[in-house]
């Protein structure tokens, strides 16, 4: 009786600034905060028209005048479909100027002048090229191609098939900007794939407890240090396999000699060359390579890139239409950066450079004098909107409010649609000219969170030891009171292509958004290891994984200290995945800074993770037996001293399950008690409306080991 008469006054004094209009968590995923948005927006394919959907009416918009240039009803979609009636406007998809494509139905309905009206499509695509009626279908553990050419007869992509040979799916544990398993050239004549054989691998039981005797399956998870799948790349001739029935294919003749992992996959213009960028297995040389679409024979290296830690092709060549030139990304000044090569592999000249990085390519006006991109310039925590004269080499920044700029291109880049965000904006969308910059207001969406009462957000930057600035991201409670003394939430991620502290609206999220409505100050810092500070910054952590993004953490929480405000014994820390290993490698190595934890599906060895992400940063434990050893988090479990909640996925398949349960049995041997919670039925992460549950446990565990 005495412990909540303590917890309930230390409560009150804590959340004393907490009034009822707090974030309704379980509302979160029933729409409650949605931020108005235009619906549907897109911009009509070979026009200057935007659309976008209102009151079950799709309109075009003139991208000059803004004037109404067509509208499309409900009922005139229905008619298309012979009176196959619909309730409301699907969402949808432009083809071309003519046609738009329904996912939800599954159709391509014509809105032009065309007799044919609808087409009804292929079920169980997985991939497809719509304007040529072209789909890769996966079937009964078969991937097939159908093409309108010959009626949508299913031929099978390739017959050099077997027990766990995989077609279909991304390979490399979908490194490298990997999202699938095929590639259709830009005319629809070849399907480039990928045949990934696992019979080299072992296998990895997932344990499935639905069943009343519990059943499991197995999973290919190829560790550090072991045995990887071996990968090839074939090339599908979509016309001559028409024309017979039957698959008429043949494999790139690739070597291993040149890079194991097959990466950023490309058909030129003209689909006579296919490109892959090689990276080898110690990750540290890429390889771009031509090689003849025809033969499939090795045309020539175009480019080569060595880094003594690590190189990481993520993005593919851009070509260009009108010329033998092409673009390629590259962090071999220290930052991602733009450079211009000829077909021959020459370059010709170095297109951005700076201390920033470009963070996304958007293409090429129509006569190609012109390329657009995004980049952190000026601001590593926002995104802005560039275009590049090809000539002069000049860049010009095409937005200018202080935040992150997502754009979205016309066909012929004349204009494109901003969506921005800042701290203070949810979201405005503006029309903009791409050339003389004129801009009109689209939409200026309304806090969906003014009923609540949240908190002021800070974005601050403090120093490390090696005199590097890190952003940090501070969440006030509501009713703020420097006078006042507070507990601290400190959430975690910290690692390789992660960027938590943004100058967006609601930076942190709903969840860090509600705990400082709770009475917490939320802090989070990006150390060492994370994205968009250049190779420097984010490589620094090679084979040692955890030790200087720790010193950087450390860093946050002793300026945290130094404010009068702050709690000290009352510091606690979430994270998930790489967050998980984080927040356990904080209280293994400095438990006395730490009152309680929480963490989910945490990385606990490295030996234990995936090749692809694993060896890129840790080499393989052959190599660095010590690096494995001080950062595993085994030998330091006896040291925590933090409250601690572990959660994880009983069917997680990315950070594996015997993870958290090696680290259970080493407490067990070691003495120390540790909270556990399995969700049985969720992978890496929770997710849907569990994700409401999972909020609340950690809410419940911090509140419940706060120290008077």
């Not at 092709?313 to 000044?333: A, C, E, G, M, V």
Request: glycine share 6%; net charge negative.
């Amino acid at each position: 009786m005495k412990r909540f008469v303590v917890i309930a006054l230390l409560l009150s004094a804590y959340w004393g600034c907490v009034n009822a209009q707090t974030i309704d968590l379980d509302a979160v995923f029933t729409g409650k905060y949605q931020i108005d948005q235009l619906k549907n927006l897109s911009w009509r394919p070979s026009t200057q028209q935007y659309s976008y959907l209102q009151n079950d009416t799709l309109f075009c918009f003139d991208g000059k005048s803004g004037q109404i240039k067509e509208q499309i009803t409900l009922s005139a979609i229905s008619d298309k479909r012979d009176g196959k009636r619909l309730t409301k406007f699907p969402y949808f998809e432009w083809v071309d100027k003519d046609h738009i494509y329904f996912p939800s139905l599954n159709e391509i309905i014509s809105i032009g002048s065309t007799d044919v009206k609808v087409k009804v499509l292929p079920d169980n695509w997985i991939d497809a090229d719509l304007k040529h009626l072209l789909f890769v279908i996966k079937e009964d553990n078969q991937v097939y191609v159908k093409s309108e050419k010959n009626n949508f007869q299913p031929i099978l992509l390739c017959p050099d098939t077997g027990t766990n040979i995989v077609f279909g799916s991304t390979v490399h544990r979908s490194e490298w900007g990997i999202d699938e398993g095929q590639y259709i050239s830009p005319k629809g004549n070849y399907i480039a794939f990928y045949r990934m054989d696992e019979s080299m691998v072992e296998d990895y039981p997932i344990i499935d407890i639905n069943e009343h005797i519990a059943t499991y399956s197995t999973i290919k998870y190829p560790m550090a240090g072991q045995t990887s799948h071996q990968v090839k790349v074939g090339i599908f001739d979509v016309n001559r396999s028409v024309e017979v029935n039957r698959s008429i294919y043949h494999y790139v003749q690739t070597d291993l000699e040149d890079g194991e992992f097959l990466t950023n996959i490309t058909f030129s213009p003209d689909e006579k060359s296919l490109f892959i960028a090689h990276v080898n297995r110690e990750q540290n040389q890429m390889n771009l390579i031509e090689y003849d679409v025809q033969t499939g024979k090795k045309v020539k290296i175009l480019i080569q890139e060595y880094d003594e830690r690590y190189v990481e092709p993520q993005t593919r060549p851009l070509f260009f239409n009108n010329s033998s030139s092409f673009i390629w990304q590259s962090r071999r000044d220290g930052w991602n950066h733009l450079y211009l090569y000829n077909r021959n592999g020459d370059l010709i000249s170095q297109l951005t450079e700076g201390k920033w990085e470009v963070t996304e390519l958007c293409g090429l006006d129509p006569k190609e004098r012109y390329l657009f991109y995004t980049s952190t310039n000026p601001s590593p925590i926002g995104n802005y909107i560039y275009s590049l004269n090809l000539k002069s080499k000049k860049s010009t920044c095409l937005t200018h409010k202080d935040g992150t700029h997502y754009p979205l291109f016309s066909d012929d880049k004349s204009y494109f649609i901003d969506y921005f965000t800042n701290l203070e904006t949810p979201r405005q969308i503006e029309l903009i000219n791409s050339y003389n910059g004129k801009s009109k207001l689209l939409l200026n969406a309304k806090n969906p969170y003014s009923s609540t009462h949240l908190g002021r957000t800070e974005i601050l930057t403090i120093q490390n030891n090696e005199g590097d600035s890190l952003y940090c991201r501070i969440i006030f409670p509501p009713n703020f009171n420097s006078s006042k003394k507070y507990p601290v939430f400190l959430y975690v991620y910290g690692g390789p292509h992660s960027q938590l502290v943004t100058n967006s609206f609601m930076s942190g999220g709903v969840f860090l958004n509600y705990m400082a409505q709770q009475g917490y100050i939320v802090f989070t810092l990006d150390n060492r290891g994370t994205a968009k500070r250049g190779a420097q910054f984010e490589q620094a952590i090679h084979r040692k994984l955890g030790v200087l993004e720790m010193e950087d953490q450390m860093a946050g929480v002793r300026y945290l200290l130094s404010q009068p405000y702050v709690d000290a014994k009352n510091i606690s820390l979430d994270g998930w995945s790489y967050g998980g290993f984080m927040v356990l490698s904080l209280i293994s190595t400095y438990p006395e800074y730490f009152n309680s934890a929480t963490c989910g599906g945490p990385v606990v060895d490295w030996s234990g993770y995936e090749i692809m992400y694993g060896e890129r940063y840790m080499d393989t434990p052959q190599e660095n037996p010590e690096g494995y050893h001080s950062t595993s988090i085994l030998p330091k479990v006896k040291n925590i001293n933090a409250n601690l909640l572990i959660f994880h996925g009983g069917k997680d398949d990315v950070v594996l399950w015997q993870h958290s349960l090696k680290l259970l049995n080493q407490a067990v041997e070691d003495g120390i008690l540790i909270n556990y919670f399995v969700y049985p039925n969720h992978e890496h992460n929770v997710r849907g409306l569990d994700r409401v549950h999972l909020w609340k446990m950690i809410e419940q565990h911090h509140k419940t080991y706060l120290k008077q």
